[in-house]
């Protein structure tokens, strides 16, 4: 399942760079920040000068957050010592009812009907935790599955997660019935707050609002869950009541399916709520993932916000809530774009200009490469090229492989690939960018 893109290659202007840019720049940059490595009121270990950044109107939002028993211990703690620090109004809804750091974690499958707990399978391990607690969790519960393109079809708490969807939307109504605005999140995304309501301030909470990373199973269109998304109150309240005379008939078509933010996508459409396109804004991918340069989509995301991220680890989070308090807080930025994001966190770790076991995610295959400096020499020959990545054996055929880019990003950690960027290009683009005049949000 991956969010729509349409694909093009891209032209990239080359201009010739000072040498002198890459020491300078990480000389004057500023903090070094790395990638390698109901309402609550929460007792929080003093960090000195934190401070809560300008937010007007996020008294008007409750945040949910959605996450598993199989997960919460790792994840969760991490925003509510970090991100939610300045969320006046938030909850976390789960498969199991606990405390996490003081603050109570809801059981937002309570209300599912009992016969389907008691005879749809993806239920066994909730009728496990309601007997036994975390004691009933076992080593086949927390199964480590790459997140493919049908989920992770093997994972219990994957598969029980999508039940949660449409009984948040009622739970979250109870809570903070006066709600203007709805965020959804799960505890591996991380939102740029002061983004979030700079955003928010240009819509009209009144209207039915259906807001997130454009996705699409089959013939239905929604947002991706883990991007975040947003529902303004009467969205909510349309779902609430198109729900509350198909409860059987929604419960059957969530057996039936796979991925429960899918499910709640097909019920605000059915509802009358169509989803608002809202790429680059919300992504469904790390820090080292995103393309900010790219031409390729029906966007670029150079001078757009960055509202959120995903699939990030808990260090990860916590690194980039120390970040922005550098940002929004100490430097005074109303605003974090994709251009700055960029700028102050990926462009320092590339201009090391290689690395070993490591992805950076190149997509364009160079035929008749045998060792990894042919493939940089492929790519430096090729003005356009930004980047390359050579693996040294495919588990399919034994052979080594040369990947080339034209769209410079970070990538992820990878045994056996060793990657490399064209630093002078990258630098002379960033230049040739400059910096944006204003925020681009449409």
């Known amino acids: 399942m991956l969010p729509l893109r349409r694909r093009s290659r891209r032209w990239i202007s080359l201009v010739s760079p000072l040498l002198g840019f890459v020491i300078l720049f990480q000389l004057l940059r500023g903090p070094q920040w790395s990638l390698f490595a109901q309402d609550n009121t929460v007792a929080h270990e003093d960090d000195g000068d934190f401070l809560c950044p300008p937010m007007p109107g996020i008294d008007d939002v409750l945040v949910v957050l959605k996450t598993g028993v199989t997960e919460a211990l790792e994840k ?16 976390i809804f789960s498969d199991f009812a606990e405390k996490i750091g003081g603050v109570q974690v809801h059981d937002v499958l309570r209300s599912v009907d009992d016969e389907v707990k008691q005879n749809v399978p993806d239920f066994n391990l909730y009728n496990r935790l309601q007997l036994y607690g975390r004691t009933g969790l076992l080593p086949s519960d927390n199964t480590q599955e790459e997140n493919g ?20 939307i009622d739970e979250s109504l109870q809570r903070k019935p006066d709600a203007k605005w709805f965020v959804f999140m799960e505890a591996d995304t991380h939102i740029e707050w002061p983004n979030l309501m700079a955003w928010l301030a240009r819509l009209d909470p009144d209207q039915p609002l259906y807001l997130g990373t454009e996705t699409q199973i089959a013939d239905v269109l929604f947002a991706h ?29 969530t057996d039936g399916h796979w991925a429960g933010d899918c499910v709640l996508g097909k019920v605000l459409a059915d509802a009358g709520v169509p989803l608002t396109f809202s790429w680059p804004l919300l992504q469904n991918s790390r820090l080292g993932e995103v393309e900010p340069l790219t031409n390729a ?146």
Not at 326 to 331: A, G, I
């Open 76 to 91: 969760v703690p991490v925003h509510l010592r970090t991100t939610f620090r300045c969320i006046p109004h938030y909850v």
């Open 225 to 253: 869950g883990g991007s975040g998304f947003i529902i303004s109150n009467p969205a909510m309240r349309l779902v609430s009541e198109y729900r509350r005379s198909r409860v059987a008939e929604l419960d059957e078509y």
């Open 297 to 442: 989509f029906y966007r670029q995301p150079w001078c757009y916000p960055i509202v959120g991220f995903h699939h990030l680890t808990p260090l990860d989070v916590e690194q980039m809530w120390r970040f922005d308090q550098d940002w929004f807080v100490k430097r005074k930025h109303g605003l974090l774009l994709h251009s700055d994001v960029f700028r102050e966190r990926i462009f320092p770790e590339i201009t090391i200009g290689s690395r070993t076991d490591w992805d950076n995610l190149s997509l364009d295959e160079q035929q008749e490469i045998a060792s990894v400096e042919d493939c940089e020499t492929r790519c430096r020959l090729d003005p356009d090229c930004m980047q390359y990545s050579f693996t040294h054996s495919e588990e399919e055929d034994g052979l080594p492989k040369c990947l080339t880019s034209n769209s410079p990003r970070l990538g992820i950690k990878k045994p056996g690939v060793q990657s490399g960027w064209m630093v002078q290009r990258i630098n002379a683009t960033v230049n040739a960018k400059g910096v944006c005049d204003e925020a681009v949000w449409d």
């Open 149 to 168: 393109a049908f989920g992770m079809p093997n994972n219990p708490g994957w598969k029980l997660d999508k039940w949660k969807f449409l009984p948040m």
